[in-house]
């Protein structure tokens, strides 16, 4: 089972920044799809942003322009980037993967059933 560890979430007010950071592999990291998701108590998860193996992102509507995503191969870390943040961001964000030997299309990195692994979460809070 390969580990994705995430960091960084906490508590702000709206309009405040926060950055997630996923600790994983390098393996892991330069898979075909790496990306973030959230869940809200009583709602679906949803994705945030992901990258492919190309370099390709792709984001959820309702954070673009706000939210970056981005790699740091020295440190093999995902970093989630989250800017004038909302109440309704809040949420359990996770990092995800898909298994790096299993060829993905770009346009399936947004597709939750695709991802192979999965961190434990990371708690944001954000108050009005």
């Known amino acids: 089972q390969e580990e994705l560890v995430e960091s960084g979430g906490g508590s702000v007010q709206a309009g405040g920044t926060l950055e997630l950071s996923c600790a994983t592999s390098d393996s892991i990291l330069h898979g075909y799809c790496v990306g973030w998701f959230r869940q809200a108590p009583g709602q679906a998860r949803e994705g945030v942003a992901a990258i492919h193996g190309s370099g390709q992102i792709k984001y959820a509507d309702s954070i673009k322009g706000r939210f970056t995503i981005a790699k740091d191969s020295a440190k093999n870390t995902l970093y989630l980037r989250m800017n004038s943040l909302k109440p309704e961001d809040a949420a359990m964000y996770y990092c995800?993967?898909?298994?790096?030997?299993?060829?993905?299309?770009?346009?399936?990195?947004?597709?939750?059933?695709?991802?192979?692994?999965w961190g434990q979460g990371t708690q944001v809070t954000v108050a009005s």
């Open positions: 995800a993967a898909t298994r790096p030997t299993r060829y993905l299309p770009a346009g399936a990195c947004g597709a939750i059933s695709e991802y192979d692994f």
